[in-house]
T-cell receptor, first 110, second 114 residues
Framework: DAKTTQPPSMDCAEGRAANLPCNHS???????VYWYRQIHSQGPQYIIHGLKNNETNEMASLIITEDRKSSTLILPHATLRDTAVYYC???????????FGTGTRLQVFP | GAGVSQTPSNKVTEKGKYVELRCDPISGHTALYWYRQSLGQGPEFLIYFQGTGAADDSGLPNDRFFAVRPEGSVSTLKIQRTERGDSAVYLC????????????FGPGTRLTVL
């Protein structure tokens, strides 16, 4: 699986959009971009995934650049409960393991 | 509905002892995964089961670690002759099948080896 690079930490004001970047310059054509988050003392939680088109669900939006070498996870209206570590992962869909990096620690403040 | 459950939530043991960690996946999920998470790090893959068989055990660090899933549901991760370096949170996840995109994680078992 390709390696990802994320900033170690970010801050966001409550109610504002949180934009979390991820670089995956060595991504292969059959690898998807997945995002998980981990709230303190809990297991990771799936957020969203995509291949090359932008994706949106009830939790977030995923914007993938045309060359697929980077992506951005967008939480449109961050709340205090969105404070967590966010992991960007690239993997071949339908394969077994997730390879986590160290993620981005997002702190949402009032 | 019920999510993935793990027991115990905390386990403290002494160096050299044997421990068992249990995972109850979501009912009907055929794929089950074990990960280990050290402080400040992301989870690290250990082993993956599809049904009763271990489909990928490439993440097990050495032969002191072993996992079983005899009936294709509950899984037990077994660690022999524990070492202080085994201290971590052990996470279990399940998914509907091997082709599922989403893995559902349990809360983890915090293992402390003194």
């Amino acid at each position: 699986d390709a390696k990802t690079t994320q900033p170690p930490s970010m801050d966001c004001a409550e109610g504002r959009a949180a934009n979390l970047p991820c670089n995956h310059s060595t991504i292969s054509g059959n690898e998807y971009v997945y995002w998980y988050r981990q709230i303190h003392s809990q297991g990771p939680q799936y957020i969203i995934h995509g291949l090359k088109n932008n994706e949106t669900n009830e939790m977030a939006s995923l914007i993938i650049t045309e060359d697929r070498k980077s992506s951005t996870l967008i939480l449109p209206h961050a709340t205090l409960r969105d404070t967590a570590v966010y992991y960007c992962i690239v993997r071949v869909s339908y394969t077994d393991k997730l390879i986590f990096g160290t993620g981005t620690r997002l702190q949402v403040f009032p | 509905g019920a999510g993935v459950s793990q027991t115990p939530s905390n386990k403290v043991t002494e160096k050299g002892k044997y421990v068992e960690l249990r995972c109850d996946p979501i009912s009907g999920h055929t794929a089950l995964y074990w990960y280990r998470q050290s402080l400040g790090q992301g989870p690290e893959f250990l082993i993956y089961f599809q049904g009763t068989g271990a489909a990928d055990d490439s993440g097990l660090p050495n032969d002191r670690f072993f996992a079983v899933r005899p009936e294709g549901s509950v899984s037990t991760l077994k660690i022999q002759r524990t070492e202080r370096g085994d201290s971590a949170v052990y996470l279990c996840a399940s998914s509907l099948n091997a082709r599922s995109d989403e893995q559902f994680f349990g809360p983890g078992t915090r293992l402390t080896v003194l």
